[in-house]
């Protein structure tokens, strides 16, 4: 009866090692393959902002496009516009004649001027922009992981990127 059941739970050990481990490396260089790919498109985005020096509707549909051919993954992107708000007129406490202010708009408000009139979201030169994309599914990898190692939370973005800069043209 003893040597049974020695066998069999080296069966089960030798059948996770040479299956469910091997899956879960894999699974993790997907997730990594996903992540740089991701970053790449991101950063190439922004750069395509930067020197446009405006978000158009084609832009951000072209760009949704081409993230959710990404590992099978679906994502959500969200933007920051810090804009100069420079008076050069006007001083306060906290504030030299002459320095910059920025105020923030998001992704609400960009994507309100996408889908609103000529679908153009028009910046000048000096304003900041920072994109940032996360995975809203859970991953191979993922479910792996948390059946393995009891890994428990929310972690829903494995895959995400982030890519800013500042906007040298002007988009009119």
Sequence with gaps: MGDSLITIVAIFLAA?????????????MNDNEAQSMLQAYTTEYVDS??????????????????????????YE???????????????????Q??????YGEYTSQVEG??????GVYTLIPGAKVTVT????????SQMLKSVLYGIT???????SAQASGMVTAIGY
């Design 16 to 28: 996770t090692l040479m299956f469910v481990f091997p899956l879960v490396a894999i699974s993790e």
């Design 49 to 74: 902002i930067r020197s446009a020096g405006k978000i158009t509707k084609e832009m951000d549909d072209a760009f949704v496009q081409r993230i959710a051919t990404i590992g099978g993954n679906s």
């Design 77 to 95: 992107r969200e933007y920051e516009v810090q804009i100069p708000d420079t008076n050069p007129g006007k001083k306060s406490e906290n504030q």
């Design 97 to 102: 004649i002459g320095d910059t202010t920025y």
């Design 113 to 118: 001027q996408l889908k609103s009139g000529n």
């Design 133 to 140: 994309v996360r995975n809203t599914n859970t991953t191979i």
């Design 153 to 159: 939370g929310n972690q829903a973005y494995v895959i």
